[in-house]
């Protein structure tokens, strides 16, 4: 499966989060580009990615940032031994 993730670094927020199917690669790419370009025109700085996982639990799990709050992750590095 493929992913297309729109991310405000700034604020920490998932902004738009789409799922294709792998035979809608093309489709994928060209929707990453669109909103990449509709974006700069509107001058919004936003992290935009595409990510290939098995499932979105895999991709929630390899790419938490995207899903967690800071003080999500900021409890889960606390916690975490070194």
Do not use: C, W
Request: glycine letters at 4%; zero cysteines.
């Amino acid at each position: 499966m493929l992913f297309l993730i729109e991310y405000d670094r700034a604020k920490g927020t998932l902004e738009d989060f789409r799922t294709f199917q792998d035979s809608e690669r093309q489709l994928a790419h060209d929707t990453r580009l669109e909103l990449e370009l509709a974006l700069n025109e509107q001058g919004v700085q936003h992290e935009v990615v595409i990510l290939e996982a098995p499932s979105e639990q895999a991709l929630r799990h390899t790419h938490g940032r995207y899903f967690k709050s800071l003080a999500e992750l900021v409890g889960e590095l606390a916690t975490t031994p070194n």
